[in-house]
């Protein structure tokens, strides 16, 4: 079962390692280095919003940013079985956060919040967008009337979100983003100081030169190969979508906490 308040780090990692948050995940290996081999190949969708040109065509490069990164096996000839998520990366990639977190809070900034992921990552999200507010940052608002090829870009809880058929979707594309800041820039509004969000929403954000942090799973490379090259400012490695989104509870405490938010 999840902690309750705010645990220390060393709470944080074993409660990650009990969750499989971190520590051994449910991604398997063969999935992991199905998606670096795709990204590598070119197959958009794996790109995450982001423009990678021709500099990640070796799926050896890309897994020996996700090694140092997130703690997946180094070894290119580990090809089937579990693989992993070193949660003392993943603690120090919240605690990177956490510095630029509070970094808006002081200069009270815009920050527009999204998710890919809403099944797992939207109260996360929609927690420290609350934090955010209370001390003093301005919540970006999202235009109306947004829509993707996927569907319509929708705001709940202070989270912008994929909605279709009236129910929120899993996108890993960078759309919803680009319909957000087109439509503020269309409607003549400033574009966010920050976002934090996670796959395509963070991807395209930091592409278009958004400051811009986020989380990604082990199978989602695009993220961090964007923060090795600074497009992208902080990448939280972690399981996405675990059994429970109370299982996040801990971490969001833990973030907040460091931002000086709690």
């Not at 060393?10 to 998606?35: F, K």
């Not at 109306?144 to 705001?155: A, F, I, N, R």
Request: charged share 25%; aromatic share 6%; hydrophobic share 40%.
């Amino acid at each position: 079962m999840p902690i309750s308040g705010t645990p220390s780090r060393a709470q944080l990692v074993d409660h990650l390692v009990r969750t499989r948050i971190a520590g051994d995940v449910a991604t398997p290996r063969e999935n992991n280095l199905s998606h670096y081999r795709q990204l590598a190949n070119g197959v958009r969708n794996y790109w995450l919003g982001l423009e990678l040109g021709d500099r990640w065509t070796d799926e050896q490069d890309v897994l020996a940013v996700m090694a140092e990164r997130v703690g997946v096996n180094d070894d290119p000839e580990y090809r089937y079985g579990q693989d992993t998520i070193d949660p003392e990366l993943t603690v120090d990639a919240l605690d990177r956060m956490a510095a630029r977190l509070r970094k808006a809070a002081e200069g009270r900034q815009r920050v527009l919040f999204a998710t890919g992921h809403p099944g797992g990552l939207l109260d996360v999200h929609r927690a420290t967008a609350a934090a955010l507010r209370a001390a003093g940052c301005e919540i970006v608002v999202i235009p109306d009337g947004l829509q993707t090829d996927e569907g319509y870009v929708m705001q709940f809880a202070d989270v912008a979100v994929l909605e279709h058929g009236a129910t929120l979707w899993h996108t890993h594309s960078g759309e919803p983003m680009r319909a957000i800041l087109t439509g503020l820039e269309r409607e003549g509004r400033p574009l966010p100081d920050l976002v934090v969000a996670d796959h395509g929403w963070a991807g395209y954000a930091g592409q278009h030169g958004v400051d811009s942090v986020g989380y990604a799973d082990c199978n989602d490379p695009a993220l961090f190969l964007a923060e090795s090259e600074g497009t992208v400012q902080v990448v939280v490695p972690l399981d996405d979508h675990v059994v429970s989104p109370r299982y996040y509870d801990p971490l969001t405490a833990y973030l907040l906490a460091e931002a000086g938010l709690a």
